[in-house]
C-alpha cells in the first residue's frame, strides 16, 4: 500500500535524524557536561557569522560539532600499507551500520493514527493504525542481540587489517571484552524477558504503563533494579566507553583498533560510539524506564492508581509520547557522560575479572531469583 | 643441607605507611562508585545552577574577553623608557639591551646629535615585539644609563595580528612618574665662548 509506503519513509527518516541528530549533540554534550563537572567552561570558540555582518552566533559552542565534521572531512585521508584494503576499508561501516539498525526495532511512540492526525488526510488514510517504530517484529531483542553483536566484527577488522600491532591488541582487547558483556546483557535480560513474557519491544512497553504494588508504575526498573544496574554497566563495556575503554586506551595504544584511521573513517568510528550511546539510551528507556510512555500512561490517556482516568486528545498522546520518549534517552545518555567523566579506566585483567567473576554470577543469580518469583505467582 | 650462597635474599615488599587498605564497603564497589558519581554531578548541578542564575560557575577566565585584575605584586608587564629633564629619552643606544635579551624583541636604530657632547647617540628607532617578549627582564639589568625600566602595568596585548603587537619609541616615552628616581642629569656646561669661523 503506498499510504504504508509513506509512513515507513516517515518513520525512517525521523528515526534518522533523531539518531544523527543525537550524535551530533552528543559530542556538545560530553564537551560541555565534562566541562562544567570540572569547574571549567568548556568549547566556545566555534562560531558561524552571518554573512555580511559582523554577528558572531556562538550558541555556547553548538558549532563546535559542525567545526569537527568538516575537519575530519577535509583532513588528509591517510592511507596505510596494509595487506588487506578491502576489510581495512569495509571496517568503519561494519561498525557503524549496525548501530542504526538497532533502531529500527526501538519503539518511539505509541500506536499511530495518521487519519485521527490529520484530518485532511483522513480519506486517503481512512482508519489505519501504525505502531511508531520502523520494524514490528516480534523477535525484536533478539534482533537487538543479532546486530548490536556485529559491531565487533567491525572493530576487529578494523585491528585486524591496519597492520599495526596496537590496532591489533586493541582489537584482540574488543573483541574479548564486548563478548563477555555481550553474554552478560543477555543474561541480565532473560529475567526481564520471564516478567514481561516477551521479546517484542513494543509489548514490553505496553506491559510497563501497567502498575505494580498498587501504586509504583510497572517499569523495568522497579520490577528488576539489580538487572538495570547490570544491563547499563554491560552496555557501556559494549559501547567501549570509559571505564571499560581498554579497546582505545589511549595512553597505552594509541588509540587501539582505529589508530590507523585518519579523516572521516575515524569519525564514523567516533560517531558510531556517540550513536551507540543514544541506542544504549533508547534500550534502557524502553526496557527499564517504560518507553515512550509517561508514568501511567496508555495510548488513550493516564489511568492513575487511584482509578482516575484522563483521556487525551489523539495529537497531545502522539505528542507526548514523542518527547518523553527523547527526554528520557537524553537523560540517559547524559547519566552515561556522567559516569564516563567521573571513573577511572580499569586495568585489562581487572575488566575480565569484573565479567565474569563479578557480573556474570550477579546476573545468573538475578535471573534465578527472577524464575522462583515468577514461578511463585503463577 | 648446605647454604648456597648465590641463593637471592627473599624479595620482601615494603610497606609503606599509606598503604592503602579496602573495607568489605569499597570492596562491593558499587556504594563507592556511587559516592563518586554523587561528586561529579552534584559539581555538575551546583555550576549549572550558578549558570541558570546569571553567575560563572567556572573558575576560568574567558582571555581575552576578560582579563585578570588579580596580578601578582611583582608582576612587571611593560618596558618604559626613562627621560632626561628636559625630555629627551635617557636611552645612548647602546645596544646593551637589544644584545642581552633572549628572545631578540629589542631593535635600536641610533641617531648623533652633535648638540649633546656628554651622550652624542640617542636612539631615533626604539621598538619591542611583545609578541615574543618573555618578560624577564634582563634589559633593565643591563642599561646602564637606567634608561630601560619595566612597570606594573600590562600593555594591551591581545591581538589577532602579531605585526599589532609592536610597541615603539613614542609609546614606551610617556611614562610620566610621579617621583622619577632617575640619576639627576648633570648641570648643563655654560655657553662655551662662539668660535671664529672658517
Same mark, same amino acid.
Not at chain 1, 559516569?339 to 571513573?343: E, G, K, M, Q
Not at chain 2, 561528586?39 to 549558570?51: A, D, E, G, P
Given at each position: 500500500m503506498i499510504q504504508d509506503l509513506v509512513i515507513a519513509i516517515v518513520f525512517i527518516t525521523y528515526a534518522i535524524s533523531v539518531l544523527m541528530g543525537f550524535g551530533t549533540i552528543l559530542t556538545w554534550v560530553e564537551r560541555k557536561q565534562a566541562a562544567v563537572m570540572a569547574d571549567r567552561i568548556g568549547?566556545?570558540?566555534?562560531? *558561524?557569522r552571518i554573512p555580511f555582518t559582523q554577528v558572531k552566533l556562538v550558541w555556547l559552542g553548538l558549532f563546535h560539532g559542525m567545526a569537527d565534521g568538516l575537519k575530519m572531512l +577535509?583532513?588528509?585521508d591517510f592511507k596505510p600499507k596494509t595487506y588487506d584494503w578491502y576489510a581495512y576499508m569495509v571496517a568503519p561501516w561494519v561498525v557503524f551500520t549496525p548501530v542504526l539498525l538497532v533502531f529500527a526495532v526501538v519503539p518511539f511512540g505509541g500506536v499511530l493514527i495518521p487519519g485521527e492526525l490529520i484530518p485532511w488526510l483522513s480519506g486517503w488514510f481512512g482508519d489505519r493504525a501504525y505502531p511508531m517504530q520502523i520494524a514490528n517484529l516480534d523477535a525484536g531483542l533478539l534482533i537487538v542481540f543479532a546486530f548490536g553483536g556485529i559491531s565487533i566484527i567491525g572493530a576487529m577488522l578494523a585491528g585486524w587489517s591496519s597492520a599495526n600491532k596496537? #590496532? +591489533? *591488541?586493541?582489537? *584482540?582487547r574488543a573483541g574479548s571484552q564486548m563478548i563477555s558483556y555481550e553474554l552478560i546483557m543477555a543474561m541480565t535480560l532473560l529475567g526481564l524477558i520471564l516478567v514481561y513474557g516477551t521479546v517484542d519491544l513494543d509489548e514490553m512497553v505496553r506491559y510497563q504503563s501497567g502498575i505494580v504494588l498498587g501504586f509504583l508504575p510497572a517499569w523495568g526498573i522497579v520490577l528488576q533494579p539489580f538487572a538495570a544496574t547490570l544491563f547499563l554497566t554491560?552496555? $557501556?563495556a559494549e559501547n567501549k566507553r570509559i571505564p571499560f575503554d581498554l579497546p582505545e586506551a589511549e595512553s597505552e595504544l594509541i588509540a587501539g583498533y582505529f589508530t590507523e584511521y585518519s579523516g572521516m573513517k575515524m569519525g564514523l568510528f567516533m560517531f558510531a560510539e556517540f550513536i551507540e550511546i543514544a541506542i544504549i539510551g533508547a534500550l534502557f528507556t524502553t526496557l527499564f524506564l517504560g518507553g515512550y510512555n509517561l508514568p501511567f500512561m496508555t495510548d488513550s490517556g493516564f489511568s492513575f492508581p487511584g482509578g482516575y482516568e484522563l483521556a487525551l486528545p489523539h495529537a497531545a498522546v502522539v505528542l507526548i509520547q514523542l518527547a518523553t520518549f527523547l527526554a528520557k534517552v537524553f537523560v540517559i545518555c547524559s547519566f552515561q557522560i556522567l $559516569?564516563?567523566? #567521573? *571513573?577511572p579506566r580499569f586495568r585489562w585483567d581487572q575488566v575480565l575479572r569484573f565479567a565474569w567473576k563479578f557480573m556474570f554470577p550477579l546476573a545468573l543469580a538475578n535471573l534465578i531469583v527472577t524464575v522462583f518469583f515468577v514461578w511463585a505467582l503463577q | 643441607m648446605t647454604k648456597n650462597p648465590h641463593a637471592r635474599k627473599q624479595y620482601v615488599r615494603k610497606q609503606y605507611w599509606n598503604e592503602p587498605t579496602m573495607g568489605w564497603y569499597e570492596r562491593a564497589y558499587l556504594p563507592e562508585i556511587l559516592r563518586?558519581?554523587?561528586?561529579?554531578?552534584?559539581? /555538575?548541578? &551546583?555550576?549549572? /545552577?550558578?549558570?541558570m542564575?546569571? &553567575?560563572k560557575g567556572a573558575l576560568t577566565t574567558y582571555y581575552p574577553e576578560e582579563t585578570r585584575w588579580d596580578y601578582a605584586a611583582g608582576n612587571r608587564g611593560k618596558h618604559i623608557l626613562t627621560r632626561r629633564p628636559d625630555g629627551s629619552p635617557q636611552c645612548i643606544a647602546c645596544n646593551m639591551c637589544a644584545t642581552v635579551c633572549p628572545a631578540k624583541v629589542i631593535e635600536i636604530d641610533a641617531g648623533f646629535n652633535p648638540a649633546d657632547a656628554a651622550h652624542p647617540k640617542f636612539p631615533t628607532r626604539f621598538e619591542i615585539d611583545y609578541s615574543r617578549c618573555i618578560f624577564c627582564g634582563l634589559c633593565v639589568e643591563a642599561c646602564p644609563e637606567d634608561a630601560i625600566r619595566m612597570v606594573k602595568e600590562v600593555p594591551n596585548l591581545p591581538s589577532g595580528d602579531r605585526r599589532t603587537m609592536w610597541i615603539a619609541r613614542e609609546e614606551l616615552l610617556n611614562w610620566q612618574p610621579r617621583d622619577d628616581v632617575a640619576k639627576p642629569y648633570p648641570p648643563p656646561p655654560s655657553p662655551a665662548p662662539a668660535r671664529s669661523q672658517p
Open positions: 568549547a566556545n570558540r566555534a562560531y *558561524l +577535509l583532513k588528509e596496537f #590496532s +591489533l *591488541l586493541g582489537a *584482540l554491560a552496555a $557501556i $559516569i564516563r567523566w #567521573s *571513573l | 563518586g558519581l554523587a561528586i561529579t554531578s552534584r559539581v /555538575f548541578l &551546583r555550576n549549572m /545552577f550558578k549558570w542564575t546569571g &553567575r
